[in-house]
């Protein structure tokens, strides 16, 4: 059984850093792409960021382009969001996601796999 455990979520300051973990287990960590996406109180869950299973390929909504990094670890069988110049408006629920294939990366539907969310509060 596929299992992910995200890591890192807390409180920070407008303008400053965070960066979240995601530890993927029971299948191929290299056979997955993997996804970050978000969900505020009261919004649907939005896509943030996708990373192809060969790492080469890193996809981010609009808002987050600039600030936000997605990167894998083949090693640690990890996925990671840098998050950088974080604004009020990122605080959310952040979910890793995982999936075989990514018919559409920004879509939750492609995804097979989800973790159980960890908390990002940026404070203004």
């Known amino acids: 059984q596929v299992q992910l455990v995200e890591s890192g979520g807390g409180l920070v300051q407008a303008g400053g850093s965070l960066r979240l973990s995601c530890v993927v287990s029971?299948?191929?960590?290299?056979?997955?792409?993997m996804g970050w996406f978000r969900q505020a109180p009261g919004k649907e869950r939005q896509f943030v960021a996708a990373?192809?299973?060969?790492?080469?390929?890193?996809y981010y909504t609009d808002s987050v382009k600039g600030r936000f990094t997605i990167s894998r670890d083949v090693a640690k069988n990890t996925v990671y969001l840098q998050m950088n110049t974080l604004k009020a408006e990122d605080t959310a629920i952040y979910y890793c996601?995982?999936?075989?294939?990514?018919?559409?990366?920004?879509?939750?539907?492609?995804?097979?796999?989800w973790g159980q969310g960890t908390q990002v509060t940026v404070s203004s």
């Open positions: 996601a995982a999936g075989s294939y990514l018919g559409d990366y920004s879509s939750p539907t492609s995804y097979d796999y």
């Open positions: 990373i192809s299973r060969s790492g080469i390929s890193p």
């Open positions: 029971g299948r191929p960590f290299s056979l997955l792409a």
